[in-house]
Nanobody
Framework: QVQLVESGGGLVRAGDSLRLSCAAS????????MGWFRQAPGKEREFVAS????????YYAGSVKGRWSISRDRAKSAIYLQMNSLKPEDTAVYYC??????????????????WGQGTQVTVSS
């Protein structure tokens, strides 16, 4: 089992940047995908971005592609989500996730077996 702890959320203005961090511990997650999902009030949790621990391939939701980037630091067992040009519609609780996801399912919640507690991101207009 992988334990995940997010940090870095907060209140920012539209157009600002923010970086979320996720510290991972537990299993050897070499074969894992590590990702970010978000859930806005009254909406379902949705995929944001993911990265393969081995190889570093990245995947993005269309709504954030080109604005945000996901990265990993293998030495620190951490992943990051750099969020630029934030919009009010990016307001949500952001969750870090880990799992042995195959490429065809990497954007789906069911592919991830470990979840963090979430961190709130609020973007004011």
């Amino acid at each position: 089992q992988v334990q995940l702890v997010e940090s870095g959320g907060g209140l920012v203005r539209a157009g600002d940047s923010l970086r979320l961090s996720c510290a991972a511990s537990g299993n050897n997650f070499g074969s894992y995908a590590m990702g970010w999902f978000r859930q806005a009030p009254g909406k379902e949790r949705e995929f944001v971005a993911s990265i393969r621990w081995n190889g570093g391939s990245t995947y993005y939701a269309g709504s954030v592609k080109g604005r945000w980037s996901i990265s990993r630091d293998r030495a620190k067992s951490a992943i990051y989500l750099q969020m630029n040009s934030l919009k009010p519609e990016d307001t949500a609780v952001y969750y870090c996730a880990a799992g042995r996801a195959i490429t065809s399912t990497i954007t789906t919640m069911g592919a991830y077996t470990s979840w963090g507690q979430g961190t709130q991101v609020t973007v004011s207009s």
